[in-house]
């Protein structure tokens, strides 16, 4: 079955660093790009960032200095790290499949 | 980085009404190997985006073809021929033309 499921702790302190994990299942992370896309409450879709089929990677150009994303081809996973996080990183993070598949979204919230 | 603008912000239709949702680019989002790359996502209250045209006028498998998608350059049109209720939710066009991919603010769809 193909699909993505985002996983991470639904509660981070300000100033700490979020780690998610994206694990898919049915294609390749090699033949595929990952989107990383989050929604603040209430708010808009926002790109965060991408890992495409060679590995590269681009960044939303306000998050670039505390954003990082990796994967692990042998584990079919794409990770997210974003550190520095404030109480306006709250929001549902999805990660999709090239945005024509996505998972159900990890709700994220930064508070003391 | 590109700077998508929807109009209008919200609209209310009837079953059966036919509507178009606009967006336009601060750039020409066509890319230099021919393709605009130019989508459009549905997300419906409390669920994951859907992606509905790509590349600006085709049509995601399972779509129904009432929605269409046209435009080029910087001009781009989602049109509607007679809303369903199942098409309520809010709208957005994004671009990958121009790395950092970008999303428009969003148009939420009701009923009238």
């Known amino acids: 079955q193909v699909q993505l499921k985002e996983s991470g702790p639904g509660l981070v302190q300000p100033s700490q660093t979020l780690s998610l994990t994206c694990t898919v299942s049915?294609?390749?992370?090699?033949?595929?790009?990952v989107h990383w896309v989050r929604q603040p409450p209430g708010k808009g879709l926002e790109w965060v960032g991408a890992?495409?089929?060679?590995?590269?990677?681009d960044y939303n150009s306000a998050l670039k200095s505390r954003l990082s994303i990796s994967r692990d081809t042998s584990k079919s996973q794409v990770f997210l790290k974003m550190n520095s996080l404030q109480t306006e990183d709250t929001a549902i993070y999805f990660c999709t499949r090239k945005l024509g598949l996505w998972g159900q979204g990890v709700m994220v919230t930064v508070s003391s | 980085d590109v700077v998508l603008t929807q109009t209008p912000p919200t609209l209310s239709a009837t079953i059966g009404q036919s509507v178009s949702i606009s967006c336009r680019s601060s750039q020409s989002l066509l890319h230099s190997n021919g393709n605009t790359y130019l989508h459009w996502l549905l997300q419906r209250p409390g669920q994951s985006p859907q992606l509905l045209i790509y590349l600006v006028s085709r049509l995601e498998s399972g779509v129904p073809n009432r929605f269409s998608g046209s435009g080029s350059g910087t001009d781009f049109t989602l049109k509607i021929s007679g809303v369903e209720a199942e098409d309520l939710g809010v709208y957005y066009c994004?671009?990958?033309?121009?790395?950092?991919?970008?999303f428009g603010a969003g148009t939420k769809l009701e009923l009238k």
């Open positions: 994004v671009q990958g033309t121009h790395a950092p991919y970008t």
């Open positions: 049915g294609f390749s992370l090699t033949s595929n790009s």
């Open positions: 890992i495409w089929s060679g590995g590269s990677t």
